[in-house]
């Protein structure tokens, strides 16, 4: 089995920064491509940020340019540096992997979800 714990949510005004951080762990021997994705309150769940582990990135169109994925490979660990945010970043926020484990099989995995408020 495969755990993902988040941190670094909360609440912060407008134009400040989070950064959010979510460590993989267990039966791991890599971890491949990963993710964040957000659900706000009453809208379907969607991508924020995504690196693969050569640390290819992709970001939604509404978060280019303020927001930054990152990930340290040694540590099975995913960044999110969230600047300038905005109330319509508010959300809870989801990290996501895609794990090799010991057995050369791989899964999908899911974090908790963290909250992030950005007040006006």
């Known amino acids: 089995q495969v755990q993902l714990v988040e941190s670094g949510g909360g609440l912060v005004q407008a134009g400040g920064s989070l950064r959010l951080s979510c460590a993989a762990s267990g039966n791991i021997f890599s971890t491949n491509a990963m993710g964040w994705y957000r659900q706000a309150s009453g809208n379907q769940r969607e991508l924020v940020a995504a690196?693969?582990?050569?640390?290819?990135?992709n970001y939604a169109d509404s978060v280019k340019g303020r927001f930054t994925i990152s990930r340290d490979n040694s540590k099975n660990t995913v960044y999110l540096q969230m600047n300038s945010l905005k109330p319509e970043d508010t959300a809870v926020y989801y990290c996501?992997?895609?794990?090799?484990?010991?057995?050369?099989?791989?899964?999908?995995?899911w974090g908790q979800g963290t909250q992030v408020t950005v007040s006006a």
């Open positions: 690196i693969t582990s050569g640390r290819t990135t």
């Open positions: 996501n992997a895609d794990v090799t484990n010991s057995y050369f099989t791989r899964g999908n995995y």
